[in-house]
């Protein structure tokens, strides 16, 4: 892949920064970012199709509400014009994605009760200290892979949590 679009909505702060990160890794890796911000489905459409008209394209798929709703458009547009996606969140791969790599949900859901545990107990939220996930998961789907014409080499095969087939 030459060329990648970011699916991100640019209204939260969090998206810009990780566009910005993003970004600042493309070069090294001698891929070229075209950004495509989640407002409307329309517009989202027009982008990506716009994209794909050229090769050596695929898709990242930031996360956020936006990306949640229009998830089925997003990867019924890549699965049409034959764009690998990758996104932080396993749904992305049920729906059709190449590889998902994000923080595992139900750890966190689990590490939310805690937290609501102490708060109902009276502790302040203001107290409780700011955790990053500890547990991240991979998720590979090899019918996606197949109908990309890619081959997953079987060393990362090994390292994913979950392979779809």
């Avoid at 890796?29 to 695929?58: H, K, N, S, Y």
């Avoid at 998830?71 to 690998?84: K, N, S």
């Amino acid at each position: 892949m030459r060329r990648v679009a970011v699916i991100r909505d640019s209204a939260i702060t969090s998206q810009i920064g990780m566009f910005g990160g993003i970004q600042s890794v493309a070069p090294s890796l001698g891929v070229e970012l075209t950004p495509i911000d989640i407002r409307d489905a329309g517009e989202m459409e027009r982008a990506v199709v716009e994209f794909a008209g050229a090769p050596d394209g695929g898709l990242i798929v930031t996360p956020s509400a936006q990306s949640r709703r229009f998830r089925d458009l997003i990867f019924t547009l890549a699965a049409r014009h034959r764009l690998p996606t990758v996104s932080s969140d396993r749904s992305g791969v049920v729906s059709g994605g190449l590889i998902s790599y994000g923080a595992k949900r139900i750890d966190q859901y689990r590490h939310a009760a805690v937290y609501i545990d102490r708060i109902l107990k009276g502790e302040k939220p203001s107290d409780l200290p700011v955790q990053a996930p500890t547990k991240y998961e991979l998720v590979i789907n090899l019918k996606t892979a197949k109908t990309l014409g890619l081959e997953v080499p079987p060393t990362l095969l090994a390292r994913a949590d979950e392979v779809i087939e």
